[in-house]
Each structure stands twice: as structure tokens, then as C-alpha cells.
């Protein structure tokens, strides 16, 4: 009895590979699409989206095309080959515009990019991809059921490359005066960023590594310009606090201020 029950699974899989087989060696498109649509509900995206290359062109202008074309990005995405569901989708938007799954389709080009989305410390042409192709979704489907899910993706990739630039500005002041000032590009990246991304959860980190690299350019100046850049510093340090009362940052802080206030020359 063992014996027999172990052979179902491989007669099973025996089965499978042979009407794949006949499938990939058929002319008929329809049986064809047929077997791909059960393939892909199977979540058997290799097969399904292997089938559906093969037909979705004969198939456009026909009743199936379209569904085909969806089906193909679908199959891609459901094997977590992004790239690939991508430009279809894409193609789908393209010739459907108002088609039956043109919202999903949208929505999915985004999100392929967000699930491929790197570490922030990797190249983030993915995430900025994401980023607009889901913005793009938001616009053209304001309703759409899948609206908060493409908030809180387009919120979390922002986060991400906020991230990766702190990360950038806080190498910067790591370097300091190391083959020039890069307390200065500390603080235009730290700028930068506070103006791209204005809510972002990292803002105390950037005003406060901006009141750093300043009370460090400060101190490195040349004699006729340390009054006018401590000067600056008092001044970073009074917007810091106004707006971060109870930072972490706060006691050092308060140590740059004593210091900088002692050059200010009141």
C-alpha cells in the first residue's frame, strides 16, 4: 500500500511534464492559453509564463489577448522576476489603457520594484523606480482598494533613501577635513534631503549632524571668519532646540553652544 501511494505523486508529475511536453509542441493557440491560465492558478509560473510568450502575440487583437498579455506579467511576478513583470505590465498599460486589469497592472509594475527594493546602502535605482511607477498608480486610480498599501511602500522607500542619504552625510563628516572640507558636504547633503524629503523620520538626525558640521567648519576656520561661522553655529543651535526640545542631542548640543557662544564676541 506504501509502495502504491509513494507512485501517485511521481505518475502525477510524470503526467504534468508530458502534457507540458505536448502543450509546448502544439500549434493551437487556445488550447494553449487553456493550459497556461490552469498552469498559472497551479502557481506554476515557469510553465504558464513560458506558454504565454509563446502565444500572447497571436493572441492580441482576439478576445484572450488581453487577459494573455496580464497573465504573462502575472506569471513573471509570481516567479519574483520583476523586471520581466515589469515590462509587461508596462506593455499591458500601454495597449489597455482603460482595460480590464489596467489598475492592477499599474499597481503591480510598482510593487515589483518596491519587493525588489535594495538595503539603503545598495544602488536604489529600484526604489526610485518604485517610488514612481506607484505615484503614477496614485494618480491615474485614486479609489483603488490598493491605495493605503501603495502609501505606506512609497512612505517606506522614501524612508530608505533618506536613510541611504544620512548615511552619505554622516560619511562626510566621518572624512572631515581629509582631502578637503567635507564638513560642507555634510551639510549640503544634510539640506538637500530635509528639502526632498520635508517629513521625513530622520530629520532630527539631519539638523542635528548640520549644527555638527558647522560648529566643525567653525572651528577649523581661518581667523577672520570664526566669529562670522560660530556666529552661524548659535544660530543652528537655536532652530535645533526649538524644534527638538527633548532630543537626545540635547546635552551635546548644549556643549557646542557654550563653546560657540564664547567666539561670537557676545
Do not use: W
Amino acid at each position: 500500500m506504501r509502495k502504491f501511494l509513494f507512485l501517485i505523486p511521481v505518475v502525477a508529475l510524470l503526467a504534468s511534464c508530458t502534457e507540458y511536453t505536448k502543450v509546448m509542441k502544439s500549434r493551437d493557440v487556445d488550447y494553449k492559453f487553456d493550459y497556461a491560465k490552469r498552469a498559472y492558478e497551479e502557481k506554476k509560473y515557469v510553465q504558464a509564463s513560458t506558454v504565454l510568450n509563446d502565444i500572447y502575440t497571436p493572441l492580441r487583437g482576439t478576445a484572450k489577448g488581453e487577459e494573455a498579455l496580464f497573465l504573462l506579467a502575472m506569471s513573471y511576478y509570481g516567479n519574483q522576476d520583476y523586471t520581466n513583470s515589469n515590462v509587461f505590465f508596462k506593455t499591458y498599460c500601454q495597449r489597455y489603457p482603460k482595460g480590464k486589469f489596467a489598475e492592477l497592472s499599474q499597481f503591480y509594475s510598482g510593487y515589483g520594484f518596491y519587493l525588489d527594493s535594495p538595503d539603503p546602502q545598495l544602488d536604489q535605482t529600484y526604489t526610485v523606480k518604485a517610488i514612481e511607477e506607484l505615484q503614477n498608480f496614485l494618480e491615474k486610480f485614486p479609489k483603488s482598494e490598493k491605495v493605503s498599501e501603495a502609501q505606506k511602500a512609497i512612505f517606506e522607500m522614501q524612508d530608505k533613501l533618506t536613510l541611504k542619504e544620512l548615511q552619505n552625510a554622516q560619511l562626510y563628516y566621518n572624512l572631515g577635513n581629509f582631502m578637503g572640507n567635507n564638513y560642507e558636504s555634510a551639510v549640503i547633503v544634510s539640506q538637500n534631503a530635509l528639502k526632498d524629503y520635508p517629513y521625513s523620520k530622520y530629520r532630527e538626525e539631519f539638523e542635528f549632524l548640520i549644527l555638527k558640521s558647522k560648529y566643525q567648519q567653525a572651528r577649523n576656520s581661518v581667523a577672520e571668519k570664526m566669529a562670522e561661522r560660530y556666529s552661524d553655529v548659535v544660530d543652528e543651535y537655536y532652530s535645533f532646540i526649538n524644534n527638538y526640545p527633548e532630543s537626545k542631542h540635547t546635552k551635546e548640543a548644549n556643549t557646542i553652544f557654550k563653546i560657540a557662544e564664547k567666539h561670537t564676541g557676545h
